[in-house]
């Protein structure tokens, strides 16, 4: 079998290479950086959002292709033929976030938000869950059946662990700092599940080269399901033995969360929906009982971090407006680049951003 894996270098993509390797399958990886290829296991560098590049690694013929990439919605339109011709099986990543709010245990079947939202304002947007949910009908609509949906909720690892709509950045860099975490009260009352990369690997791969998951969708989490207060109270717990002191955090309203942390539609439409889920579709394929505890699996994933913490790149003006609330400070020799020590002084002093 020959698969092909778009963008597999994130939480998710990682693990899957490593079971598709364990399977002795030969697996080829697009990275936008080099990487050097192991055994069965060959990366291409390449941009798979470049349509050029995806016209060639499509020339050759695939049994199954994994799609990590996120695309627009006119974006998807010009390549999803491309990706169908090339292939007998097309795994397209789409997410959990497309559903609307239940009080039933979602099932695969359950309402998205494109299809009873009545905020036209919010429709009109091309936000994540609804992007998600125009190509899935895109799919739908090609009059094939050569594709499979996936739909994964919030996916964490050793290298992505979220709170809330937090980014490890946004919290987790201030926590190891000595500095306050700012958190949303309203989300941190609600319900959620997260799902160890791993274990929606697992899910993926017990699909590739099933020919009754084509033309179906399967949503791939675990069953259990705490509040967000519940999953900071691990992180906490960890971070103390670690620092050796409970790191301080400050519970605001939504209007003040959303001054430094944008994201409306992401909260409302989602993070503020208690989410459980109905897993017993993909159960016929993989046992989700087997999943990694949410306890556990961060528990480990954080402290695996902290060995040797790298963070991508902090958004200066976002830390400036949390320090500016805390009347806390960022030591300028922590920030990297003049422009950016420019952007924290002019957002954690300036008048005008109170």
């Not at 199954?64 to 099986?89: C, H, W």
């Not at 899935?136 to 992505?160: A, F, H």
């Not at 709509?165 to 700092?177: F, G, Q, T």
Request: hydrophobic share 35%; glycine share 6%; aromatic share 12%.
């Amino acid at each position: 079998m020959k698969v092909l894996v778009l963008g597999g270098t994130g939480a998710m993509g990682v693990h899957l290479i490593q079971l598709l390797s364990s399977n002795d399958v030969d697996t080829v990886v697009t990275s936008r950086r080099d990487r050097e290829s192991v055994g069965k296991t060959r990366y291409v560098k390449g941009d798979a959002n470049n349509i050029d590049f995806l016209r060639t690694i499509l020339e050759e013929n695939w049994d199954a292709i994994v799609d990590f990439m996120v695309y627009s919605t006119p974006g998807f339109k010009e390549r999803v033929n491309l990706l169908l011709d090339a292939t007998s099986q097309y795994v397209f990543l789409s997410s959990a976030r497309v559903y609307a709010e239940s009080q039933q245990p979602i099932i695969e079947t359950s309402s998205r938000l494109l299809d009873v939202s009545e905020d036209r304002e919010f429709l009109s947007t091309d936000e994540y869950s609804l992007t998600k949910a125009r190509q899935e009908d895109i799919l739908r609509d090609s009059g094939r059946k050569n594709w499979t949906i996936v739909r994964p909720y919030i996916t964490y690892s050793e290298s992505r662990l979220q709170l809330g709509v937090l980014e490890k950045e946004e919290w987790l860099y201030r926590a190891l700092n000595g500095r306050t975490i700012v958190f949303s009260k309203d989300i941190n009352s609600k319900e959620t599940t997260l799902t160890y990369g791993l274990d929606v690997s697992t899910g993926i791969n017990s699909l590739i080269g099933i020919s009754k998951s084509l033309g179906e969708t399967f949503h791939i989490t675990t069953k259990d399901s705490h509040t967000w207060n519940y999953i900071l109270n691990i992180y906490l717990e960890v971070l103390e033995d670690h620092l050796g002191y409970k790191p301080k955090v400050l519970f605001q309203d939504l209007d003040r969360f959303l001054e430094f942390r944008p994201a409306k539609y992401q909260v409302i439409y989602d993070r503020f929906f208690n989410r459980k889920f109905d897993s017993s579709k993909i159960d016929h394929y993989v046992n989700t009982n087997s999943f990694t505890r949410i306890d556990e699996g961060l528990k480990k994933c954080l402290e695996e971090f902290l060995k040797n913490p790298k963070f991508n790149d902090i958004n200066w003006k976002s830390e400036a407006l949390k320090d500016r609330q805390m009347g806390e400070n960022t030591p300028l020799s922590e920030i990297k680049g003049i422009l950016q020590k420019m952007k924290y002084l002019t957002f954690r002093y300036s008048f005008f951003f109170k």
